[in-house]
């Protein structure tokens, strides 16, 4: 795997800004090209740059608000491309692009997916670029393809963890959906939320692999979650700290319909929720947390139902003698901030 962050935006970011210093962070599997890119850096231009060692999972992870604490003025945020280029009032995306092809298990999967006709492709930021040449290749082979639009947050037929938006728009059109990379995460993201059969297309492995056992076992573990959380009387409703998803309205909202509904609430608010940090909260009997969805889609260790945004929806209509729907049947999972706070001016 060869992925490359763009240094071209970094040399020009600095060349405009002047900072004084530079605070830069990044998911686990880029920290050493941007430990790299610091060097450079600041071999090239005489600039501090600080590497920000918490947890970053996504776009919703940026730091901008530690950039003065640290005597900064420019943040670089690496490796989560989307349609947003700026966040709040110093950051900057700037993306991360994997150079490998995926012709090759394209080929390999033509005869896999003859059996259907419509296809909706979807990736995750490092293979965007490749969205063009698959779409091109399956029409070449005879598939009517699919491609979701941009947004104000995601390119086109890009998808997050939470956030399907684009192709979520293709799920009546077509009959299942490739994902381009070796992301059983994202791919059973789109699974869940668009509810049509969807095959991971890996370049590594040059393998296509179906998502339906991974995405019905989250499925029932989530509804599962819903009902044991059911007959709690004590619930914390924790506020997730990290900057594209303080959700302090919806938590205001959950906690005022458990109450309404005779739960008793504790409000919380953590940046990490990790199971080892909600085992101390022994007298609280279950948790909504309105922060990143996939902590309790996937969180398959925690003690107590711990309940994502969805998850808390159902639950309410449960407790108010509505009937549980496919909650995990949207868009959109968590409503990201990101890029949604004007810059100060200056
Ligand atoms: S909230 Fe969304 S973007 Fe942020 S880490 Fe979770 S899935 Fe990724």
Same mark, same amino acid.
């Given at each position: 795997?060869?992925?490359?962050?763009?240094?071209?935006?970094?040399?020009?970011?600095?060349?405009?800004?002047?900072?004084?210093?530079?605070? +830069?962070?990044?998911?686990?599997?880029?920290?050493?090209?941007?430990?790299?890119?610091?060097?450079?850096?600041?071999?090239?231009?005489?600039?501090?740059?600080?590497?920000?060692?918490?947890?970053?999972? &996504? %776009?919703?992870?940026?730091?901008?608000?530690?950039?003065?604490?640290?005597?900064?003025?420019?943040?670089?945020? /690496?490796?989560?491309?989307?349609?947003?280029?700026?966040?709040?009032?110093?950051?900057?995306?700037?993306?991360?692009?994997?150079?490998?092809?995926?012709?090759?298990?394209?080929?390999?999967? %033509?005869?896999?997916?003859?059996?259907?006709?419509?296809?909706?492709?979807?990736?995750?930021?490092?293979?965007?670029?490749?969205?063009?040449?698959?779409?091109?290749?399956?029409?070449?082979?005879?598939?009517?393809?699919?491609? &979701?639009?941009?947004?104000?947050?995601?390119?086109?037929?890009?998808?997050?963890?939470?956030?399907?938006?684009?192709?979520?728009?293709?799920?009546?059109?077509?009959?299942?959906?490739?994902?381009?990379?070796?992301?059983?995460?994202?791919?059973?993201?789109?699974?869940?939320?668009? $509810?049509?059969?969807?095959?991971?297309?890996?370049?590594?492995?040059?393998?296509?692999?179906?998502?339906?056992?991974?995405?019905?076992?989250?499925?029932?573990?989530?509804?599962?979650?819903?009902?044991?959380?059911?007959?709690?009387?004590?619930?914390?409703? #924790?506020?997730?700290?990290?900057? &594209?998803?303080?959700?302090?309205?919806?938590?205001?909202? %959950?906690?005022?319909? +458990?109450?309404?509904?005779?739960?008793?609430? %504790?409000?919380?608010?953590?940046?990490? #929720?990790?199971?080892?940090?909600?085992?101390?909260? /022994?007298?609280?009997?279950?948790?909504?947390?309105?922060?990143?969805?996939?902590?309790?889609?996937?969180?398959?260790?925690?003690?107590?139902?711990?309940?994502?945004?969805?998850?808390?929806?159902?639950?309410?209509? +449960?407790?108010?003698?509505?009937?549980?729907?496919?909650?995990?049947?949207?868009?959109?999972?968590?409503?990201?901030?990101?890029?949604? /706070?004007?810059?100060?001016? $200056?």
């Amino acid at each position: 795997m060869t992925v490359k962050i763009d240094t071209e935006r970094v040399f020009d970011l600095i060349e405009k800004k002047h900072p004084a210093r530079i605070v +830069l962070n990044a998911p686990g599997g880029l920290l050493r090209q941007t430990m790299d890119l610091m060097q450079v850096v600041e071999k090239k231009y005489g600039v501090q740059c600080v590497l920000v060692g918490d947890t970053c999972f &996504g %776009i919703c992870d940026t730091v901008d608000k530690e950039v003065e604490k640290l005597g900064a003025s420019l943040a670089l945020h /690496i490796g989560h491309n989307a349609s947003v280029q700026e966040v709040g009032d110093y950051t900057y995306l700037v993306d991360a692009k994997d150079d490998v092809k995926f012709d090759s298990v394209v080929q390999r999967s %033509i005869p896999l997916l003859s059996k259907y006709k419509r296809l909706g492709l979807a990736t995750f930021s490092q293979h965007l670029d490749e969205l063009e040449p698959v779409k091109k290749q399956l029409e070449d082979a005879g598939f009517e393809v699919y491609l &979701g639009r941009k947004n104000n947050l995601l390119l086109g037929s890009q998808t997050f963890g939470c956030d399907f938006s684009t192709v979520f728009e293709n799920a009546e059109k077509v009959e299942a959906f490739c994902y381009l990379g070796q992301s059983e995460f994202h791919a059973v993201g789109v699974a869940l939320a668009t $509810g049509k059969p969807t095959y991971l297309l890996d370049p590594y492995l040059e393998e296509m692999r179906d998502m339906k056992e991974e995405a019905e076992e989250r499925q029932k573990r989530a509804i599962l979650g819903v009902y044991k959380a059911l007959d709690a009387r004590v619930f914390g409703v #924790i506020t997730g700290l990290k900057e &594209g998803q303080m959700m302090i309205a919806r938590s205001k909202w %959950i906690s005022n319909r +458990l109450q309404a509904n005779g739960k008793k609430v %504790i409000q919380l608010a953590m940046r990490d #929720i990790t199971p080892d940090r909600l085992a101390q909260y /022994i007298h609280i009997e279950a948790f909504v947390q309105t922060a990143c969805p996939r902590i309790s889609i996937d969180g398959f260790t925690f003690s107590k139902p711990v309940l994502s945004i969805p998850q808390a929806d159902a639950l309410v209509g +449960l407790l108010e003698g509505r009937e549980m729907k496919d909650f995990l049947h949207r868009p959109k999972w968590i409503e990201l901030t990101v890029g949604q /706070i004007p810059r100060r001016a $200056g």
